[in-house]
């Protein structure tokens, strides 16, 4: 019988052109077996082991032309090439004496040993020295290293009995904790590591999953985000039915301290990722350890310094289980957490018992909302109206990540991030100092967005046209029946009054002209809103120029979003572009002196664009009667700014940038500080000030 459809890949069956491009495509694939971090972390290690073997066993070791000739024989690539110095049959012969000696020297400078969970380190960098080197029979290297670790246990739990050493493990925080974390970061304007907290309880996850959060992995499905996990710690990949599984993250409206989905709103609103990825430099464990230690000791913890990212892991995991008899299903708090249950039992409680309905229910509980009341059924924020002007808003917004993070698929989950931080506006106000870079933001700063978003959302919680709630149990269900019982008697109540002319007010003048005021109230807002897109002059009919406000001091800036300021300035504050402003207007002597190193960058960046596009007049282009903020002059200014890349130099002694050539992953350029930037600007960069 023919095949009813056209085959879609092509056989394997040509001459290959060019085996060279097929073999290093080969390579690739087989060196590809750890992430850049991972692989930083081994080499370090056996670089250390590499330089203890120099000064006391060199028998062991290579020559470099030698070893040089292993790495092209195993064709290695030159990040692992330290693995070719070792003679792995000289180990052998001496019973991997050298590795012996190496971890009976490793103690703390008092003597004592290091943790045991140190020493596995090593130990696994030591055996990546066999499997690059294609060599299988470990098993007599293995017996070793179990006895040595196996005995530093053994100690290390006796030490811990008599009060010696104190315990390792971190201490997992509570639920009260946690939210008191969450507002110490919102507070502090630390919105990135607000962000990594919040996910990292909601996704029960480690923190290097989340440093490799891409937007292509998130898509907004019903009332809930979803992210998708493609390996786990000790999968890597290998075709594991566990290795693709989503996990539901539900937002609080509740609690603006503990919303997943207003926490990432926030972040992606002040920062600037520069590509898909979400958290594009790194925040490895120790540099969030530090930062939740520091929060803890701030906030009166007794046990800061054992906090650690792996407390909020077995925070989240304690209060999933607890609190009530009807807890999500032991399976599916397994999967959330990337515990293995088995093969078979993976297979089956992934695909059918716990990848649905049991892993919607415990992201509601881990986002915070009470399992008790029916407002555990609540639906996020989400625009229900007024579509074409949401769209415009979401670009402008999310100006400087709206490309890199991918415009299609993208864009649904924006717009729900965009929906919770208009929802919590008032509370963001309420947490966040006036100076916060949160306010420095175009939805801030232009008066005519916020007013017309909010009427755009949502005002029922529990029911909506466009999303169901998903994850409810049974019991939550029957409490939202009372509720609405509750509610339709007293709609019954209200309705015989109204239909039977009961309690009606008498129509007095007094009484009459209360409701007539309510009335003018309301116009005169409504007109405020379709009028104040466009800010009044307040100079007759010139353009809007006017001293700035009392107490107006210098905002601090990022790269990115001083450039925004230059051209469009600040309209909710009666700010023109800060381009036509002078150093002079500003009261305080410390804001002149830094407006006019801002200035100088600006205008560095208005040279560096007008190479490309002689032309241009900013002055013209950006007037003060023209800072209405839409979508073509926010993609202009984005244009513009792609181009200024050019005036940033290398950093001088990796001072004020990551180094990207060690384990840290350098910042975008638009994330830099302006004073950062002006202390890099290149040498024919030179602007009068």
Known sequence: MPRSTKRTKERNTQPIANRSVVGARINRWKNADLADSSLYGYIRQIQ????????????????????????????????????????????????????????????????????????????????????????????????????????????????????????????????????????????????KNWAIAVLEWNLMCRVNQINDLTSTRMKWVGDHLDILFTSTKTSHGKDKVTDEFSKRIFANPKDIRICPVTALGVYLLTSVTGSVKIFPANQEDKNFKTALQKAGKHLGFANYRYLGSHSLRKGAWTYSQS?????????????????????????????????????????????????????????????????????????????????????????????????????????????????????????????????????????????????????????????????????????????AFEEYGIGQPNVTKRWTTKKFEEMNLRLDKLTELFTSSRPVSTQGNGPLRSSLPSGYTMPSFKFENGWSYWLFGDPSNSIPPFQFLSPLEFENKRCRAAFRGYRRVMRAVMNEVKKSHPTID???????????????????????????????????????????????????IGELSVSTIRRRLKNNYVVDV
């Not at 892993?359 to 109206?385: N, S």
């Open 48 to 191: 250390e082991f590499h330089d203890f073997c120099v000064n006391n066993e060199p028998s062991v070791l290579r020559g470099d032309e030698e070893a040089a000739a292993l790495q092209q024989d195993l064709q290695l690539p030159d990040s692992k090439k330290i693995v070719c110095k070792f003679k792995m049959q000289r180990l052998k012969l001496t019973g991997y004496a050298a590795f012996e000696l190496f971890m009976g020297s490793k103690v703390r400078p008092d003597g004592t040993a290091y943790v045991k969970e140190y020493y596995g380190g090593y130990r696994s960098a030591f055996k990546k020295i066999f499997m690059w080197q294609n060599i299988k029979d470990i098993g007599p290297f293995d017996d070793l290293m179990s006895k040595i670790i196996s005995g530093i246990t053994r100690f290390q739990k006796i030490d811990e009995k008599s009060g010696k050493r104190n315990k390792y493990d971190r201490d997992g925080v509570s639920f009260e904790e946690y939210v008191r974390l969450c507002e110490f970061f919102l507070t502090k304007g630390k919105f």
């Open 323 to 495: 609190g009530t008899t009807a807890c999500p299903s032991f399976a599916a708090t397994c999967m959330r957490a990337d515990h293995s249950l088995g093969n078979v039992k993976d297979r089956y409680f992934v695909k059918g018992a716990v990848s649905e309905a049991q892993d919607a229910y415990l992201g509601r509980i881990l986002a915070g909302l009470d399992v008790m009341t029916e407002e555990f059924a609540v639906l996020p924020p989400h625009f229900v109206k007024d579509e074409e002007y949401v769209l415009e808003k979401i670009k402008i917004c999310f100006s400087t990540n709206f490309e890199q993070l991918g415009e299609l698929r993208f864009t649904g989950v924006l717009a729900k991030m965009l929906a919770s931080v208009v929802r919590h506006t008032e509370s963001l106000k309420t947490f966040c100092d006036t100076n916060n870079k949160l306010f420095q933001s175009m939805l801030f700063r232009d008066p005519s967005i916020l007013p017309r978003l909010r009427m755009a959302i949502n005002t029922d919680s529990y029911k909506s046209n466009l999303i169901t709630a998903v994850g409810i149990p049974p019991h939550v269900a029957i409490l939202s029946s009372v509720s609405k019982l509750d509610i339709n008697v007293q709609e019954a109540i209200k309705k």
């Open 618 to 668: 900013f002055k013209k282009d950006f007037t003060t009667t023209n800072v209405v903020t839409n979508t073509e002059n926010i993609n202009k200014a984005h244009k513009y700014f792609k181009i200024a890349v050019g005036i940033v130099g290398p950093p001088n002694n990796g001072k004020y940038i990551a180094k990207s050539d060690k384990r840290y992953k350098s910042k975008p």
